[in-house]
């Protein structure tokens, strides 16, 4: 590969880096913190591919258009392309985040066990509804049995088909990137639910209900039940993932 | 009468621009492939692999391009114990200053050979920094709270697996194993100081490895598709099995090192000690990591350095586990 395309391409995936930096699409694959070592990265490979460039140019214009100059195996000579798969997939697609269908593929695993003295990060919680991630809601019901027995909560996630024709609320949640994934879900049962399932996978939904007592009742059955109150659609949040 | 002697034929320029003309004319279509529901899951992990480690191999190529601008074989032989042997372990607690993801310590560590550090000593640097640094060390520290037992072995695993690969490299290694380019520096355009040559070997650096980078995040794509972690659940009270398929998968997800510790934790059906494993072999050797190291030495290198490292971080979890957290 000639080195003018070389910088052609780094330039067109430090730009690539930098867009998706700009807004909200990088959200779909890391967490939000990930965001200023984006814009850094994507800083410096356009400087890179500019400072290239002009050098280049100022030296003499035939030297080096022709490959590296080096006596690499044809393999390594032609690997930089793929560089342009990333850029392709981001520019002209940008995949969406993880949904049902990563749901469907992955199962659903027990959460990180609880540590000897008490679970961290779970304070008592006060009276009334309470608002609260789905991983949360799973974390508390596993580990505490029985302390989220009839408790009125409100939770966000996208619709996944459940067992039997039922329907399941999901969420994923990332310790770094879209590629360490986990699920949690919670199955909707009561009246409403059965509107619910004729909803096609990945509605985003705000969910207020109950948690039916006895259910997650431990590794062997970690997904809560909630008895459904009320339900409407929302827009899909900035990060579709929970931490 | 012009004496400029003219290329005929198409140059990768040509080549490139008939690629992205052909992308944007085909995108409806490749919308429609790449959204298709099981296509869709793997095109989003590969993103997210490329995306969360280019800013780590963006860093270890300045950190490369910097040795090589900066540091002269003459201080990084003062530096460095004579002896190689002795050298070895100093090489490895000297990882702990590399704060990252193992994409940064591949270029880092072919740098260093480049500067006539002994390949025993690199390769035992490339080992040590993306698993025994503080990072990753405090990380798995908050995945499992109540078994600070787990970061010791942890530790004590990796910095074990680094100065072994290091100490066998010195006794049957050989040096024609390594591809002449990683011993080249590379020539700075015309002219230019140093900060040139940091420039055109940060360039040069990434380029390369930033194409190997994209064959590891297909694999690894693909196989996270493939290879759904529930399935897992199957494994619980193996002891032996369970060493075994954890240190297999955690070649194949090749998740970031400074993650894997919360995936360990989240497999909570297993015993400890294959879990251990998986944290010891996944920033030792993953699709990403073997693809990278092709890249850098050569693919006779990784064929050989990839299986033994295999071999010796199994080894060495299965070791540190049972000294430090028992046989659970």
Known sequence: ?243 | MTTVVRRTGVTSLHVFCLVLVVAILARPWLEQVLLAPVVRTAATVFVAVCVQALPFLVLGVLLSGAIAAFVSPAVLRRVLPDRPGRAVPVAGVAGMALPGCECASVPVARRLIGQGVPDAVALTFLLAAPAVNPVVLVATAVAFPGEPGMVVARGLGSLATACVMGWLWQRVGRAEWIADRARRAVEPAVGGGRWAVLAETARHDLVSAGGFLVVGALVAAVLSVLVPPAWLDALAGQLVLAVLVLAVLAVLLALCSEADAFVAASLSVLPLLPRLVFLVVGPAVDVKLIALQAGAFGRGFAARFAPATFVVAVLCAVGAGLLVIGAR
């Not at chain 1, 030297?63 to 997939?89: C, I, K, N, S, T």
């Open chain 1, 1 to 243: 590969m000639g080195r003018t395309t070389q910088h052609a391409l780094l330039f067109l995936l430090g730009a690539a880096l930098l867009r998706i930096a700009a807004d909200d699409t990088y959200l779909r694959y890391v967490r939000p913190g990930h965001r200023w070592l984006l814009i850094g990265a994507g800083a410096v490979m356009v400087v890179l591919a500019a400072v290239a460039v002009l050098r280049d140019v100022r030296s003499s214009p035939d030297a080096h258009g022709h490959g590296d100059g080096h006596a690499h195996g044809a393999v390594e000579r032609h690997v930089p392309w793929l560089l342009l798969a990333p850029v392709l997939v981001l520019a002209l697609v940008a995949p969406p985040a993880l949904g049902a269908d990563a749901v469907a593929q992955g199962g659903v695993s027990a959460p990180a066990s609880p540590p000897a003295g008490g679970v961290p990060g779970l304070e008592p919680l006060p009276d009334g509804p309470a608002t609260m991630s789905v991983a949360e809601l799973v974390k508390r019901a596993v580990w505490e049995r029985g302390s989220m027995d009839g408790r009125e909560v409100v939770l966000v996630g996208f619709t996944v088909p459940g067992e039997a024709g039922g329907v399941e609320l999901a969420r994923l949640s990332i310790f770094c990137c879209a590629a360490d994934a986990r699920v949690n879900v919670v199955e909707l049962t009561g009246a409403p639910a059965t509107a619910l399932a004729a909803l096609p996978p990945d509605t985003w939904l705000e969910v207020r209900g109950t948690v039916e007592p006895g259910s997650a009742a431990g590794r062997a059955d970690v997904v809560p039940t909630v008895v459904v109150g009320e339900a409407r659609a929302v827009p899909a949040p900035a990060d579709p993932y929970e931490f």
